[in-house]
């Protein structure tokens, strides 16, 4: 019980509430990205719908109106944190100027140097994330591609499981990265196994089909003296295991909306069901996986909520550092204009990655 | 390769467990499909057709009955080892393949010693391509064609790896009427020259008739008659299927028989011998009116509508069951449009009796 305790104690006192003042920020942002896309459709439905191919004029008042709870909020939350980000990133001194009630401001690129050349930080901030992406992302993708087949070819309870792989995505994904570390963890010194009062879940699993345990958390058994790895596989079990539920979600839905006929005139065709899946499903599905994977990629440059779940406030000690957890870790501190250049850097590394995704994705999908 | 159903059946239980009534799609099916025939099963919607081609392919398992191709019970086999072709009502071409690797699709699934070199394959494809005369159009997607080509390639699909049976499902529903007509010929003409025995289902008489060897009617589950389309048209077993075939559709009156004379109204309009006193349905086709000044059958003139090679009239009698009455009267007589009434005699061969009960036909000696 006094573990647990002094576990919630260090998550809690420690890093929680930072987190989760963060994650609310990174929720409340969705939840107007998803506001903004609804707003837009509605100003496309009341204003220009009748107006295609004509000059639009925005003349109803009432319109705007209606509108305007909406834009206020908007401009407050969005609008204007967008301009000062860019704002904050381009001047020069910005911290120290602040700090000291400055006022001339000087426009110029130094925060962007300060961050780029800050050094091991950055680069492992960079690398990790790019090194998630690219691992994450493929391996989620085809598993959830794998389970939403497997679900849609099972008839007797196929709702109840589509309602259990729904549940992470409803579920706090800092909860979530607390039992993922439960799960790993060793309690009791590891280098003196005698000591070591619980070697948890994963490792008794192991330890039944023979595999020496793994200090999973601190980085110490099966991979050598590299402390780095066991925590990047409990990194990417994790996130992988929360972004299946919306991928398979995607993907079912495509999956249902599939013609049956395709499948019976494959059926008479006597085509190999692995003919079927690569040659027919995947296919047809292409609009629908280029979505997930897109999204994917987006997501997977955000990861951060995932890693102060499963290792606290320190990030494993800086080695699992992404490039959200640089921008958040230079707040506190009130490096404003270094997190601001960070976020730039970010989505430009964000806005190249899904072009790219764009242009293969419109050469490979079918429409 | 001849096809033959024996007391197929086919019964849907009722989603509803606790009231509905479980549904009889097919009752007790018996027909051989000659061998290199064309075959229409026509009927209207929810009679069963579908079904019944379904199960011919095997996508769907008879509840009771057998499937014989050729002397080879297909019951239980599975749809891919039938080796059929089958044509989809809205085609279910690949969408995301062009005609090339719609019409190949099939061809690389061959296994074991029916596998083909590349070669081979793409020679079938476009031999296949050319019967049904798209070869110009294999780099096309399906989005690209029109409704029409993509069911040529969806019958080349079907005929490329040479099918025992081929089976068409509404061909011709999603086709507007020009290309309709064009089309049928072409089912009909590549039907003939490949020689495959060939089934296929509508609920468009008319398509039925132009293009079929044979006739299969049926009416909620249940087979109404057989035969040639003539055979059928100008020989109805019963009401139905009187009423089903033929356009303009057949006029049917409330008649009486007496004395083995027909009445419809007071008048006797025909002689009818061999049929016994009582009430019947008597249906006369559109063709078996004669326009004559002193006819028994006295009906009052709605309209004229002249057609060019004929002229039709359309008149109301107080026994019609149809709301007016249709004849078909070859332009070279005169008619007097402007005229109250008009009197018919009937050409005996085109009227055909029904007992009022049971729908049944009556046979009169001619």
Redesign the interface.
Known sequence: MDKVLTFLNTVFVQGFWKTFCVKWVWQTFCVKWVWQTFCVKWVYQTFCKDLVGKKLRFNSWKGWIYLLPAIILLLIFTVYPIFNTVMMAFTNNYDSLESIGGTSFEFGIDNFITVISSGDTFRTAILNTMLLCVVTVPLSTMLALLIAVALNSIKPLQKFFQTIFFLPYVTNSIAIGMVFAALFDVVGDFSKPYLVESWGFINTLLGKIGVQPVNWLDGIGVFGDATYWPKFAVLVIYIVWNALPFKILILLGGLQSV?K??Y?????????KW?VFT??TV??L?PMIAYVVITGFIGGFKEYTSIIGIFGDSMADGQLYTMVGFIYDALPDAFYGEASAAALILFAIIFAVTMVNLYVSKKKT?Y | MKVELRNLTKVFPSRDKKSGKDVTAVNNFTFEIPDGKLVGLLGPSGCGKSTTLYMISGLQQPTSGKIFFGEEDVTELAPENRGIGLVFQNYALYPHMTVQQNILFPLQNLRGKDKMTKEAMLERAYEAAKLVQIDELMDRKPSELSGGQQQRVAIARALVKMPRVLLLDEPLSNLDARLRLQTREEIRRIQKETGITTVFVTHDQEEAMSISDVIVVMKLGVVQQTGKPQEIYDNPTNLFVAKFLGTPPINVFKGRVENERLYIGENAVLDVKGVKDGNVTAAIRPEGFVLDENGPLVCELSNVEIMGRDVSIVSRHSESLNPTIRSIIDADNRIDATAEGVRFTLKPHKVFLFDAESEERLYFEV
Do not use: F, G, V
């Open positions: 013609n006929q395709y019976e005139a494959a059926k008479i065709d006597s085509t190999p003919r040659r027919i296919p047809l292409s079918h």
